[in-house]
């Protein structure tokens, strides 16, 4: 699809990008009520403190209203507080009192999983 020279979208079912997002959140939020989440290729979880990176984890990524899991390193969904995408693709976090980075592949969708986030947390 493509957008036209007057902000409207061409070559798909919907017709403005705001069509498109409620579209977007409408089908995440029923995977989220079905108990489901996301999985994704290889990303890096980074711990951030006092301005320095440290890698915790690198591997697979996946998230579900259980734990969001980066390799072998597993981080209960209840105690993350703050989820926002960062750049492109990355998306940092808060867990507990700690703060992340996950920097993924080429190809993340960071967006579904951030509204993924939004959706659980909002139906707990």
Avoid at 58 to 80: A, H, R, T
Avoid at 83 to 90: P, S
């Amino acid at each position: 699809f493509r957008y036209t020279e007057y902000g409207m979208l061409e070559g798909t079912k919907f017709e403005t990008v705001r069509d498109m997002s409620m579209w977007q959140q409408g089908e995440v939020a029923k995977v989220a009520a079905a108990g489901g989440g996301y999985t994704a290729g290889k990303a890096r979880l980074i711990q951030i403190d006092k301005h320095t990176e440290t890698p915790v984890a690198e591997g697979f990524l996946s998230m579900d209203g259980e734990n969001l899991k980066c390799g072998d390193k597993e981080i209960p969904f209840d105690i993350i507080t703050d989820f926002v995408m960062h750049g492109r693709m990355g998306i940092v976090f808060t867990a507990g009192k700690e703060y992340y980075e996950l920097k993924p592949e080429e190809g993340f969708n960071a967006l579904k999983f951030v509204l993924l986030f939004d959706a659980l947390k909002n139906m707990k």
